[in-house]
T-cell receptor, first 111, second 110 residues
């Protein structure tokens, strides 16, 4: 079955620690995205990549970093500079103007 | 400013009580409008894409319509399993990224 796999499902971060969220897709989509979802707010775009080895900042990129070394993979690192990282993180992929398909998310909490 | 607004924020229905969810948008150019369903603790699940005013799409008890300024998601004779948050998102011309509304939380009671 084609889809998007996010791992881990739950993640805990200590103060001053960087953590990396994994996102893998086997849909052969060119574009991949990272969103943050907070209660009562819409999905906010962190970073997106339209092609391998290229990515752009979204609306809330500060404190986050990404890489896109392979078409299938788009990991997100939440750095210690992100002061309010507790949220539900969603990864998505798409091809052209077709709808984005989402993974089942990673819930990040602070210890 | 490009904006997508959904109303109501929350809606409680009795099983079989039909209603509509609204998504209004102000964007410079519409490339497509998408409806998603999201269950708690899960990622959004794609429902419909609408590309031009006057277009309609149907799936089981759901029907999505589009005008030049808004979209409606009509729910006919809903069942408890239709309970979820429904998200609307707009893809603008010249951009690859979606602008999401904050969603409508739907609760259908038996």
């Amino acid at each position: 079955d084609g889809g998007i796999t996010q791992s881990p499902k739950y993640l805990f971060r200590k103060e001053g620690q960087n953590v990396t969220l994994s996102c893998e897709q086997n849909l052969n989509h060119d574009a991949m995205y990272w969103y943050r979802q907070d209660p009562g707010q819409g999905l906010r775009l962190i970073y997106y990549s339209q092609i391998v080895n290229d990515f752009q900042k979204g609306d809330i990129a500060e404190g986050y970093s990404v890489s896109r070394e392979k078409k299938e993979s788009f990991p997100l690192t939440v750095t210690s500079a992100q002061k309010n990282p507790t949220a539900f993180y969603l990864c998505a992929s798409s091809q052209g103007a077709q709808p984005q398909h989402f993974g089942d998310g990673t819930r990040l909490s602070i210890l | 400013e490009d904006q997508v607004t959904q109303s109501p924020e929350a809606l409680r229905l009795q099983e079989g009580e039909s209603s509509s969810l609204n998504c209004s948008y102000t964007v410079s150019g519409l490339r497509g409008l998408f409806w998603y369903r999201q269950d708690p603790g899960k990622g959004p699940e794609f429902l419909f894409t609408l590309y031009s005013a006057g277009e309609e799409k149907e799936k089981e008890r759901l029907k999505a319509t589009l005008t030049k300024k808004e979209s409606f998601l009509h729910i006919t004779a809903p069942k408890p399993e239709d309970s979820a948050t429904y998200l609307c998102a707009v893809l603008m011309t010249g951009f690859q990224k979606l602008v999401f509304g904050t969603g409508t939380r739907l609760l259908v009671s038996p």
